[in-house]
T-cell receptor, first 115, second 112 residues
Framework: GAVVSQHPSRVICKSGTSVKIECRSLDFQATTMFWYRQFPKKSLMLMATSNEGSKATYEQGVEKDKFLINHASLTLSTLTVTSAHPEDSSFYIC???????????FGPGTRLTVT | EDKVVQSPLSLVVHEGDTVTLNCSYEVTNFRSLLWYKQEKKAPTFLFMLTSSGIEKKSGRLSSILDKKELFSILNITATQTGDSAIYLCAVERGTNAGKSTFGDGTTLTVKP
């Protein structure tokens, strides 16, 4: 099946710094990528929809200036958590939909811890 | 607002038991319903259901969708300890680039 990678898999940063997370579709082109956040023992919460070549669409309550999304190519989307705070600590998961639009393929997730 | 409700929230069974997980939904412009299995990392895809009444099967897992009553079930027969995971149900819209709304999941624990 299709593969989506995320980097880094785990990151620890100090409060006030910015962290960039990359999401890559390795063997297919993805016009749309999704960014999710998952709290412990909770389900995935969609943060934003990232479309190649255009601005991301953010869900209600998600600050676009805090969570910067760039979808520069058909295989890469990045999420930058700016001026991170401890409450931003979470598991961030991306997914990508192939050009046929049938399935969503999830990346392995990035565990962010802000100290 | 789209809504996906899964039940039960958690379930403990013994190896060999059969389990049924439920997912009910309310969504505008329904496109598909998906089931995922999540162990320690990101969810892995199990099934995509778009039509009512057609059972999808993969080994000991099967799933069916009822678009009239707006629910789906996921069955696992002859459970094994490796089936222990969170099972997520998600519903996709046909608009807005097929955004998914996830349920809270059912945590299944299979004891030996």
């Amino acid at each position: 099946g299709a593969v989506v990678s995320q980097h880094p898999s785990r990151v620890i940063c100090k409060s006030g710094t910015s962290v960039k997370i990359e999401c890559r579709s390795l063997d297919f082109q993805a016009t749309t990528m999704f960014w999710y956040r998952q709290f412990p023992k909770k389900s995935l919460m969609l943060m934003a929809t990232s479309n190649e070549g255009s601005k991301a669409t953010y869900e209600q309550g998600v600050e676009k200036d805090k969570f910067l999304i760039n979808h520069a190519s058909l295989t890469l989307s990045t999420l930058t958590v700016t001026s991170a705070h401890p409450e931003d600590s979470s598991f961030y998961i991306c997914s990508a939909r192939d050009l046929r639009g049938y399935e969503q393929y999830f990346g392995p997730g990035t565990r962010l811890t802000v100290t | 607002e789209d809504k996906v409700v899964q039940s039960p929230l958690s379930l403990v069974v013994h190896e060999g038991d059969t389990v049924t997980l439920n997912c009910s939904y309310e969504v505008t412009n329904f496109r598909s319903l998906l089931w995922y299995k999540q162990e320690k990392k990101a969810p892995t895809f199990l099934f995509m259901l778009t039509s009512s009444g057609i059972e999808k099967k993969s080994g000991r897992l099967s799933s069916i969708l009822d678009k009239k009553e707006l629910f789906s079930i996921l069955n696992i027969t002859a459970t094994q300890t490796g089936d222990s995971a969170i099972y997520l149900c998600a519903v996709e819209r046909g608009t807005n680039a097929g955004k998914s709304t996830f349920g809270d999941g059912t945590t299944l624990t299979v004891k030996p």
